[in-house]
């Protein structure tokens, strides 16, 4: 049928409404149902492109020491990761979990490492990351591929770094791609990751329980399984035990939760950039101080090194 047609183009309308209708109804059913139990594509792919950045589509929640905006937060937590990382021109790195891939286009032009190779587990953003890529002529830089981070289609000893920004919580488990990620390094190749962890148990009933409850909103919506459920003490012991040397685990928890929560205070305006029913608990998580809201929240850089 012709395109100018109005009967074939009904349909399409109709379609529109049908898909917005699904997602609102999938939004009501992930943010307020307490026995909703999505796996980590079917939450991405429900969240689709509605980052509350204004500029870009990163996925994680920034590194506020120096920034003003939630753009150049995110920004500022991809360069602490490279910058963590030695990442430079003639590495090989492979970045798991690369979401929309922003972090990559940035390091392709911040530290210029001769390639990059992404690992993403959910196909809609792969394809996004992609044209971006297509659209900014890096193809030949970055190489961003649908792939898990717990078996990494890459040779043995074939990537100078790999990192994982705001994204091996996810990983089931995080300890399968520490084994990947020991596999696929050169000797002396180096491990970073930006991750989300629970918090040192608080000392009392109410503050362990305030910790539990943070913890289990965070866990239960955003697909992160139970195995990965331990503080930094473990991951530092995991780290070792899958034979990485110069292990470090660092709390950056001060410069990420609370300066995000006061930037999402002081700019009621960004939240408009949310589907309206994930409006909805932003808006209620607005209401709740920083200190209960992410009591039960660890956030750490953490950095290890394949022995040579
Ligand atoms: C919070 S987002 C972070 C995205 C990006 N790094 C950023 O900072 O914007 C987590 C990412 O991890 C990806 N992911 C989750 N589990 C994965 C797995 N097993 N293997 C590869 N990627 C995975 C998700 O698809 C998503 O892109």
Do not use: C
Not at 44 to 54: E, K, N, P, R, V
Not at 127 to 149: F, I, K
């Amino acid at each position: 049928m012709a395109e100018s047609d109005p009967a074939s183009r009904r349909p399409e309308g109709g379609g529109r409404r049908r898909g917005a209708l699904a997602r609102g109804l999938g939004y009501l059913d992930w943010v307020f149902n307490p026995f909703q139990r999505r796996d980590v594509t079917e939450v991405y792919d429900l969240l689709g492109t509605g980052a509350i950045t204004a500029e870009g589509l990163y996925l994680n929640l920034g590194y506020w020491e120096a920034a003003d905006d939630l753009d150049a937060a995110s920004d500022a937590l991809a360069r602490l990761v490279a910058d963590t990382a030695g990442m430079g021109p003639g590495d090989t790195v492979l970045d798991v979990g690369y979401g929309f891939g922003d972090q990559d286009l940035l390091w392709a032009r911040s530290h210029a490492p001769a390639q990059i190779i992404g690992l993403n587990i959910t196909a809609s953003q792969v394809a996004e990351a992609r044209r971006r890529v297509g659209e900014a002529g890096l193809e030949a830089q970055l190489d961003l591929r649908e792939g898990s981070a717990t078996e990494m289609p890459l040779a043995d000893a074939s990537v100078d770094a790999v990192v994982a920004l705001e994204s091996a919580f996810h990983f089931r488990p995080r300890e399968a791609f520490f084994r990947e990620a020991w596999r696929v390094l050169r000797p002396g190749g180096r491990l970073v990751t930006a991750d989300i962890l629970p918090q040192p148990a608080a000392t009392g009933r109410a503050g362990r329980l305030k910790q539990r409850l943070s913890w289990w909103l965070v866990a239960s919506r955003f697909a992160i399984p139970d195995a990965n459920r331990y503080t930094r003490d473990a991951y530092a012991d995991l780290l070792d035990a899958a034979g990485f040397t110069a292990v470090a685990v660092r709390s950056i928890r001060e410069q990420v939760y609370a300066p995000l929560h006061q930037w999402l205070r002081d700019h009621p305006e960004t939240l408009q950039r949310l589907h309206p029913v994930a409006r909805v608990p932003a808006r209620l998580a607005r209401g709740i101080d920083a200190a209960t809201l992410y009591a039960g929240l660890d956030y750490v850089l953490a950095s290890a090194v394949k022995p040579q």
